[in-house]
C-alpha cells in the first residue's frame, strides 16, 4: 500500500517529468571510439571498417549505420572477434538510443556488450564508463532510479581510477548523476552533484554547457521549493539556447517552466509557457512527452477535461513508443480521473485498470532492484532465480525491507549532509559571487548575440525584398507575356495544349513560392502590422518572465501607421517596457496609447524605484530612444523621481501629416526667395 | 462596344511591355499610354485622358500616395486602379483615402486584373480577393473608447485640476515648471480620454466621472 500511494502523487508523477526531460536531453554518446588496429588480421580489419561507415553516417541515415552495425556485428561473431562485438554493439546501442529511441533494444545491446568489453577491448579503457554511462542512462528511463544511480557511480568510478581525460562524459555523467539522484528524492546529494559539474573546468565559450548548467539548477531550486529562483535559471537557460538556435531546448526550459507554474496552480501562467514552448520549436511539440502531458496537467486541474484527456491520450502514444512505463502510469491514472469526472465510468475504471495493472509490473521490478542493490556484491546472477520463488514471500516482506532500507539510508544520509553541508556552506557563498560576475559576462554575451541577430533581421528583410519585389515583379512580367503567349502564336493556339498550360502553371507556383518565401522570411512583420496586437503580444511575453502587472490602454480611433513608422514606435515601446522589467522592480506597468486625428501619444508609466533624470548619464536605452525620436519628429519626455516611479511620454505625428507639411514648406521655401 | 482606356505607370519596363501586350489581345480595353514616372504621365495627361489608369505604388522619384494625391487635385475624375506588390493595409488604406477606385496585386494574374478594369470602370470599388478583407477592415477602423473610468496620470490629474481653475496653457505651464507644448500634449490626451470637443466640457465631463473635485 506505501507505494501505492507514492504513486499516487500526482505530484510525484509530475516532477519525474520535469527531471526526465533533462536526462533525456543528455545522450549517451558512443561516437568516436580509438579503434585501434594493431596486429589485425584482414577479415577482423574489414568488420571495423564496416562500423566506422557506420559512425559516418549515424546521424543522417540512422538505419543504414544500424545495418552496418549488425553485419560488423554477425561477422564477429563467425569470427569470435570479441573486440569487433564490443564495437559494433556499443555503436548499435547508441544509435538505437539517439535516432529511433528504441529503449530495450539499446539496452540489450549494451549489457551485451560489457563482458566482450573485458574479453577484447579492455585496453580501451574509455569503453568502461561510457557504457556504465549508457546503462544508467536507459535504466532512467525506464524509472529504475536506484539502477541508473549504481550504474553513474560505476561510470564515475571508472573515470577517476583510470584516469580518462574526458571532460564532456565526465559532466554527461555528473548530469544524469544529479537527475537521477533528484528523481529518487534526494535533492540535496543531487545538489552536490551539480557543484561537481559547476567545478569541472569547461571551455569559456561553451554556451551549451552553460546553458544546461542552469536548467539543471533551475531543477534543483525548483525541488527546493524555490520558484522564483527556478524561474531564473530556467529562463536564463532557454535566453541562452535561443542564441544557439536550439529551439527543441528552448522548449524543454519552457515545458518545465510551464510544469512547475501548473503544479503550483497557476495554469494561467502554465498555459503561457506552454504556448511559448509550441512556439519556440512547432514541429516537436506534438512527439514532445512532457510538453503534453503539461498541457493536459493544466486542462485537468482547470476542470477542461475532454481537453486533458486529448493530451494524455497523445501523451500515452508517445509514453509507449518510447518505453517510458512511469510516463504510462500517470497517463492512465490521469485519464482514469478525467473520465470519472465527466461521468464515462466504464473508461475511467479501464484505465483505472491497467494502471494498477502496469503499476503492479513496475513495483515487482521494483522490488527486485532493492534486494539486487544490498546483495549485488555478493552474487549477483543468483539472486533473480531465487527472486522468482520468493516472491511471495517478499510482497509480505516489502513493508518491512522499505523500513529498514529507510534507516540505513538515513543514517548514511545524515552523516554524509552533515559534511557535505558545512564544506559547501562556505563554497556555496563563493560560488553565488562568482555566478554573478558570470551572470554580467554573460550579459555582455547576450548583448553581442542580440547585435548580431539585429543585422541578421535587416539583412533577411533585404532579401525578403529584394524577392518579393525585385523577382516577384519580374515573374509576373514574364506571366503576363506568357499568357499573350498562348494565345498569338499563329496557327495552332498554344493555350489549349497541355505543355502550355503546364508551364503557366509552374510559372504561378513559382510566383506563390517567392511570396510565401518572402513572407516566412520576416514573420515577425506579419504581426508588427498592427500595432496594438504587436503590443498585446509583447505584453503576454513579458507577463511570462516578471511579476510585473502591465496594462494596455487605448484611446481614439485606431490608426494604422506607416510600417517604418509602426516599427520605430512597436521597438521604443519594447525598449521602454524591458527597461521597467528590468531595472524599475515595478509592480505596475501601464502603457497609453492615445490615437489623435494627426498624432500618435504614447505613455509608459511604472511605480518602481525612479531615478534622478538629470544625474543619469544616458544609457545605450535611453539614447537610443532619443534618436528614434527624432527621426520620427517626434516629441520624448521622461519623468521621474526617486523612489516615485517613471513617465515617459512620447508624441509621434502620423507620417502622411509630415510628409504634407515637408510639402507646405518646400513650397514655401521658393516664395520666399522671391 | 466601346473600349476602355487604360493607362499605365510604373518604373519596371519590363512589367510596362508585360501588361501591354497582355491587354494589346483584350477587346474591350486599349492601352493609350505607358509612362516610368508621375512626371511624364501628367505631361501626356491632357493629349491621352484615360478612362482608368494602373499605378504602382513603389516608385523611385515620386511614391504612389503622393501622385494620387496630386492626380486628384488636378483631375477630380479619374479613375486610378492600385496595381503593386504591397499589401500592407497601411497603403491600402492611403490609397483608398487618397481616392483610388481599386486596389490589385501585381501577383493576381489576368482575370483578376480586367474584372478590376471593367468594375472600376463602372465607378464601383474593386479589390483583389486576397487583400479584400484587409481592405474592409481597413475602411471600417476599430475606435478605442478606453475604459469607463479613463485612468489618468499624475501629471494630467495636475493639468486637468488647472485647467478647472482656468489657468491659460501658459500658466499652468509656468506653474508646473513644464513647457507650453507639455501642457498642450496632456490637455489634447485628456479630451480624447475623457471623449469631448473642447476644454471647457472637459472640466465638467471630469466632475461628472469624480475625476476631481
Known amino acids: ?674 | 462596344m466601346h473600349s476602355i482606356k487604360v493607362s499605365i505607370v510604373d518604373d519596371h519596363p519590363m512589367l510596362i511591355r508585360g501588361l501591354q501586350s497582355m491587354l494589346a489581345d483584350i477587346p474591350f480595353v486599349e492601352v493609350v499610354g505607358a509612362y516610368l514616372s508621375g512626371k511624364a504621365l501628367f505631361r501626356d495627361m491632357q493629349q491621352n485622358y484615360p478612362d482608368v489608369l494602373l499605378m504602382d505604388i513603389q516608385m523611385p522619384e515620386q511614391g504612389g500616395e503622393e501622385l494620387v494625391r496630386e492626380l486628384h487635385k488636378a483631375y477630380p475624375d479619374l479613375v486610378i486602379l492600385a496595381f503593386t506588390n504591397i499589401e500592407h493595409p497601411y497603403y491600402i488604406k492611403s490609397m483608398i483615402k487618397y481616392g483610388v477606385m481599386g486596389y490589385v496585386l501585381k501577383s493576381s494574374g489576368e482575370e483578376v486584373l480586367l474584372d478590376a478594369i471593367q468594375t472600376v470602370y463602372k465607378k464601383e470599388y474593386y479589390f483583389d480577393p486576397i487583400i479584400n478583407r484587409q481592405a474592409r477592415d481597413v475602411l471600417k477602423p476599430s475606435s478605442y473608447k478606453g475604459p469607463q473610468n479613463p485612468l489618468l496620470t499624475e501629471r494630467e490629474k495636475e493639468v486637468l485640476q488647472l485647467i478647472a481653475a482656468d489657468y491659460s496653457s501658459q500658466d499652468i505651464a509656468t506653474k508646473l515648471y513644464i513647457s507650453k507644448n507639455t501642457v498642450d500634449f496632456h490637455r489634447k490626451n485628456l479630451l480624447l480620454k475623457l471623449d469631448v470637443k473642447k476644454s471647457t466640457s472637459l472640466v465638467k465631463r471630469a466632475i461628472e466621472l469624480g475625476l476631481i473635485f
Open chain 1, 1 to 674: 500500500m506505501k507505494i501505492k500511494s507514492k504513486f499516487l502523487s500526482k505530484h510525484i508523477y509530475a516532477a519525474i517529468a520535469v527531471f526526465i526531460l533533462w536526462a533525456s536531453c543528455t545522450v549517451a554518446s558512443g561516437q568516436e571510439r580509438n579503434m585501434s588496429i594493431g596486429r589485425l588480421h584482414k577479415a577482423e580489419d574489414q568488420v571495423l571498417a564496416l562500423i566506422r561507415q557506420g559512425l559516418q553516417v549515424n546521424k543522417y541515415a540512422p538505419d543504414s549505420a544500424i545495418s552496418l552495425y549488425r553485419s560488423a556485428l554477425s561477422e564477429s561473431r563467425r569470427l569470435g572477434y570479441s573486440r569487433g562485438m564490443a564495437y559494433a554493439l556499443i555503436n548499435l546501442g547508441s544509435c538505437l538510443y539517439n535516432y529511433k529511441e528504441q529503449y530495450q533494444e539499446s539496452k540489450a545491446a549494451f549489457t551485451e556488450c560489457l563482458p566482450y568489453c573485458y574479453l577484447g577491448a579492455a585496453d580501451d579503457r574509455s569503453l568502461f564508463p561510457q557504457i556504465f554511462n549508457n546503462l544508467g542512462l536507459l535504466h532512467f528511463t525506464e524509472g529504475y532510479y536506484d539502477s541508473a544511480i549504481h550504474w553513474y557511480h560505476k561510470a564515475i568510478m571508472s573515470i577517476n581510477k583510470d584516469n580518462i581525460k574526458d571532460t564532456g562524459l565526465l559532466l554527461s555523467v555528473y548530469a544524469n548523476m544529479a537527475s537521477a539522484l533528484i528523481a529518487a528524492g534526494q535533492v540535496d546529494q543531487a545538489l552536490y552533484y551539480v557543484q561537481q559539474y559547476n567545478k569541472t573546468p569547461v571551455a569559456w565559450k561553451d554556451s551549451a554547457a552553460q546553458a544546461q548548467k542552469y536548467y539543471s539548477t533551475g531543477v534543483i531550486y525548483y525541488r527546493k521549493k524555490n520558484i522564483d529562483s527556478a524561474t531564473y535559471y530556467w529562463g536564463l537557460s532557454a535566453d541562452l539556447y535561443k542564441g544557439l538556435n536550439n529551439w527543441s531546448r528552448v522548449q524543454m526550459n519552457y515545458t518545465a517552466l510551464g510544469t512547475m507554474h501548473s503544479l503550483e496552480g497557476d495554469q494561467q501562467k502554465a498555459k503561457l509557457y506552454f504556448d511559448s514552448a509550441i512556439a519556440a520549436s512547432p514541429s516537436t511539440a506534438r512527439q514532445n512527452l512532457h510538453l503534453q502531458q503539461g498541457l493536459g496537467s493544466i486542462y485537468i486541474n482547470s476542470g477542461h477535461y475532454q481537453l486533458a484527456i486529448r493530451y494524455y491520450k497523445r501523451s500515452l502514444v508517445i509514453a509507449g513508443q518510447q518505453g517510458k512505463r512511469n510516463e504510462q502510469i500517470y497517463a492512465y491514472w490521469a485519464l482514469a480521473e478525467s473520465y470519472a469526472k465527466t461521468g464515462h465510468n466504464d473508461l475511467a475504471y479501464l484505465y483505472q485498470r491497467k494502471h494498477s495493472q502496469l503499476l503492479d509490473t513496475i513495483r515487482d521490478k521494483e522490488i527486485a532492484t532493492i534486494i539486487s542493490r544490498t546483495e549485488a556484491q555478493f552474487r549477483t546472477k543468483e539472486i533473480s532465480k531465487e527472486l522468482k520463488q520468493q516472491k511471495l514471500l517478499l510482497h509480505i516482506k516489502e513493508s518491512q525491507l522499505r523500513e529498514k532500507n529507510l534507516w540505513i539510508g538515513g543514517i548514511v544520509l545524515c552523516g554524509g549532509l552533515l559534511v557535505l553541508l558545512l564544506i559547501n556552506f562556505y563554497r556555496n557563498r563563493q560560488k553565488l559571487q562568482k555566478e554573478k560576475m558570470a551572470f554580467i559576462e554573460r550579459n555582455m554575451e547576450v548583448r553581442r548575440l542580440r547585435s548580431i541577430m539585429e543585422a541578421e533581421e535587416e539583412e533577411r528583410k533585404r532579401i525578403a525584398r529584394d524577392l518579393h519585389d525585385g523577382v516577384g515583379v519580374l515573374l509576373s512580367a514574364a506571366i503576363m507575356n506568357y499568357a499573350t503567349l498562348g494565345r498569338k502564336t499563329g496557327t495552332v493556339p498554344l493555350a489549349g495544349t497541355e505543355t502550355y498550360q503546364e508551364g503557366l502553371d509552374i510559372l504561378q507556383e513559382m510566383r506563390k513560392e517567392i511570396r510565401t518565401i518572402a513572407h516566412n522570411l520576416v514573420p515577425e512583420l506579419a504581426y508588427h502590422r498592427d500595432l496594438v496586437k504587436a503590443i498585446e503580444v509583447l505584453i503576454s511575453r513579458m507577463k511570462q518572465d516578471g511579476n510585473v502587472k502591465i496594462e494596455l490602454h487605448l484611446y481614439g480611433q485606431a490608426t494604422i501607421l506607416e510600417p517604418k513608422q509602426n516599427d520605430a514606435v512597436y521597438r521604443m515601446i519594447e525598449e521602454l517596457v524591458h527597461n521597467v522589467i528590468k531595472h524599475a522592480e515595478a509592480t505596475q506597468l501601464v502603457i497609453q496609447l492615445m490615437f489623435h486625428d494627426d498624432r500618435l501619444n504614447v505613455i509608459v508609466s511604472d511605480n518602481g524605484k525612479g531615478f534622478d533624470t538629470s544625474a543619469v548619464s544616458y544609457g545605450m536605452g535611453l539614447q537610443n530612444l532619443h534618436n528614434r525620436t527624432e527621426k520620427l519628429l517626434g516629441h520624448l519626455s521622461i519623468v521621474s523621481h526617486k523612489g516615485k516611479g517613471t513617465t515617459v511620454e512620447l508624441e509621434v505625428p502620423y507620417e502622411e501629416a509630415n510628409r504634407a507639411r515637408e510639402k507646405v514648406e518646400a513650397e514655401r521655401e521658393p516664395d520666399q526667395k522671391e
